[in-house]
C-alpha cells in the first residue's frame, strides 16, 4: 500500500482525451487499492482494478449513504456537504431493503418491453434532430447543441412528465452541478433551483396527472400513506439529471472516437448490427461517470490484502477498472470486437445503473442514424483540440463543431 500525497489529487485529469491518467496504471501494478488525497481535501481508497472493484460494489459492508461520516465527496466543498446532509436520499444513496423498496418502486418503468416500446419515438426524436440539422444554414453546426443534449433530454422529458420547453433552465443547473470548477454556492444555488423547480413540477403532478413516470410515482407512493415529497423530488432529481447528462456526453465523445477510429466506423456503417458492439466499448474505453461508484465502509473490511477501517470512504474508479489488462488486454484500443458487455461503466451489484438499458438505445439509434443520414460527417477540428470535461463529475466534451 502506498498513500499518493505529493502533487496530485484524485481523480486525476485526464490529459489525453482517450487515456487513463498515468497514475492510474502506475497504481493498478503497483498497489491497486491505495490511499490518495481527493480534490476537495478528504482522503480515500482508490480501488484501480477490475476484480477488487466489483468486489467492493458487491459486498453489503460498503454503503451508499451519503450522511454517513467519512463517505468520500472528490471535489465537493465540505461546506456545501453540510448544507444537504439532512437532504432526503436518492435511491443512489441508500442501502440494503431500503434501497431495494426504492428500486423496486421504479424498475417496472425501465423493462425490456417499456424500452422497446419507446423505440419508435426515440427514432423520431433522432430524425427529428437531424433534419434541423442537416437543414443548418451555416458549418459547422456544434453536435453537442444540435443532437447530443437535445436527443437524451426530450427522451427523458417524456418518460418522466417534464416540459420540454424548460431545458435551457435544467440543462444549465444540472452542467453547473456536475462541474467541479463551479463556486461552491453557485452549485449550491442550482441545485437549490433545480429542485424547488421538481417541487413545483410534483405538486402539478399531484393536481393534475398525466400519462408519465413522475404521475405514476405519485399515485403508487400515495398508496402507502402521505406522499414524501422531499423523497420523490430527490428521486426526480437523479432521473433528470442521470437521464440526460450522462448519455448526451457519451453520443459526443462516441462520434469522436469513432470518427478517430475510421476503420472501427466503417465496419458498424457497413453492419449495423455490430452497433451494440461498439457501444459497449465506446462505455468501457470512456467510462463518463468515474466516482459515482463511490462508497464507505460500514466496519473493517479486508479486500485485496489492504485493511479498510470503518468510516472509511472507498473509490472504485471505473476508468481504471475498465482499463484494467488483465481483463480488457491493450486497453487503450478501442476495438469493437472484444465484447466489452463486463465492464462497469454501469457500476456492478446492487447500484448498477437503472436507466442503463435506455442508455444503449439511445447511444445505438443516435449512433446507426447519425452515420447512415450524414455519411461524411468530419470534426471540423482535430480530435486533441475539442474542449473536453476533465474537471467534471462526468467526461465529455463542452461543444463539437462538425462538418460534412
Ligand atoms: C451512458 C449513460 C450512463 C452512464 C455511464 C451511467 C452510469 C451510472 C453508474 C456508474 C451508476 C452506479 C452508481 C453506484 O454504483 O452508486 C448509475 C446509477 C444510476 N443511474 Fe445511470 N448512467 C447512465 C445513464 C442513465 C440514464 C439514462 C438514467 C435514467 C433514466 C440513469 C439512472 C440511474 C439511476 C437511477 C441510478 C441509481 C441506481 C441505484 O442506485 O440503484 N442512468 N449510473
Redesign the pocket.
Known amino acids: 500500500m502506498i498513500i499518493v500525497t505529493e502533487t496530485e489529487s484524485f481523480p486525476v485529469a485526464r490529459r489525453c482525451p482517450f487515456a487513463e491518467p498515468a497514475e492510474y496504471s502506475e497504481l493498478r501494478e503497483q498497489a491497486p487499492i491505495s490511499k490518495v488525497a481527493l480534490q476537495g481535501g478528504d482522503e480515500a481508497w482508490w480501488v484501480t482494478r477490475h476484480a477488487e472493484g466489483r468486489a467492493v460494489?458487491v459486498d453489503g459492508r460498503f454503503s451508499?449513504d451519503r450522511r454517513r461520516a467519512g463517505f468520500p465527496f472528490p471535489g465537493i466543498d465540505r461546506s456545501i456537504r453540510e448544507r444537504f446532509r439532512d437532504q432526503a436520499p436518492?435511491?443512489?444513496?441508500?442501502d440494503g431493503a431500503e434501497?431495494a423498496a426504492?428500486?423496486r418502486a421504479?424498475i417496472s418503468e425501465?423493462t425490456v418491453k417499456r424500452l422497446a416500446a419507446l423505440q419508435p419515438r426515440i427514432q423520431q426524436i433522432v430524425d427529428g434532430f437531424l433534419d434541423d440539422m442537416l437543414a443548418a444554414p451555416e458549418r459547422p453546426v456544434d453536435l453537442v447543441q444540435a443532437l447530443s443534449l437535445p436527443v437524451?433530454s426530450l427522451?427523458?422529458c417524456e418518460?418522466?412528465g417534464v416540459p420540454y420547453d424548460d431545458h435551457d433552465f435544467f440543462q444549465s443547473r444540472t452542467s453547473k452541478i456536475v462541474q467541479r470548477s463551479t463556486p461552491p454556492e453557485e452549485r449550491a444555488q442550482a441545485q437549490a433551483e433545480l429542485r424547488g423547480y421538481l417541487g413545483e413540477l410534483i405538486a402539478r403532478k399531484e393536481a393534475e396527472p398525466g400519462d408519465d413516470l413522475f404521475s405514476r410515482q405519485i399515485a403508487l407512493r400515495r398508496q402507502d400513506g402521505p406522499l414524501d415529497r422531499p423523497s420523490l423530488v430527490s428521486?426526480a432529481f437523479?432521473?433528470l439529471a442521470?437521464?440526460?447528462e450522462?448519455?448526451a456526453?457519451?453520443i459526443s465523445l462516441g462520434v469522436v472516437a469513432m470518427l478517430d477510429n475510421p476503420d472501427q466506423l466503417a465496419r458498424i456503417k457497413a453492419d449495423p448490427g455490430l452497433t451494440p458492439l461498439a457501444v459497449e466499448e465506446l462505455?468501457r474505453y470512456f467510462?463518463?461517470?468515474e466516482t459515482?461508484?463511490?462508497?464507505v465502509a460500514t466496519e473493517d473490511v479486508e479486500i485485496g490484502g489492504v485493511r479498510i477501517r470503518a468510516d472509511e470512504g472507498v473509490i472504485?474508479s471505473?476508468l481504471s477498472a475498465n482499463w484494467d489488462p488483465e481483463v480488457f488486454p491493450a486497453p487503450g484500443e478501442l476495438d469493437i470486437d472484444r465484447r466489452a458487455r463486463n465492464h462497469?461503466?454501469?457500476?456492478?451489484?446492487?447500484?448498477?445503473?437503472?436507466?442503463?438499458n435506455?442508455?444503449?438505445l439511445?447511444?445505438q439509434i443516435v449512433f446507426d442514424t447519425l452515420f447512415r443520414r450524414i455519411p461524411g460527417l468530419r470534426l471540423a477540428e482535430p480530435a486533441d483540440q475539442v474542449r473536453y470535461k476533465t474537471d467534471a463529475s462526468?467526461y465529455g466534451v463542452h461543444e463539437l463543431p462538425v462538418i460534412w
Not at 459515482?292 to 462508497?295: E, I, L, P, Q, V
Not at 462497469?344 to 442503463?356: E, M, N
Open positions: 460494489l451508499s436518492s435511491m443512489i444513496g441508500m434501497h426504492e428500486r421504479l425501465f437524451p427522451v427523458i418518460m418522466l428521486m437523479l432521473l442521470a437521464g440526460h450522462t448519455t456526453n457519451m462505455l467510462s463518463i461517470v459515482a461508484t463511490s462508497r472504485v471505473g462497469i461503466a454501469f457500476g456492478y451489484g446492487p447500484h448498477q445503473c437503472l436507466g442503463q435506455l442508455a444503449r439511445e447511444l462526468i
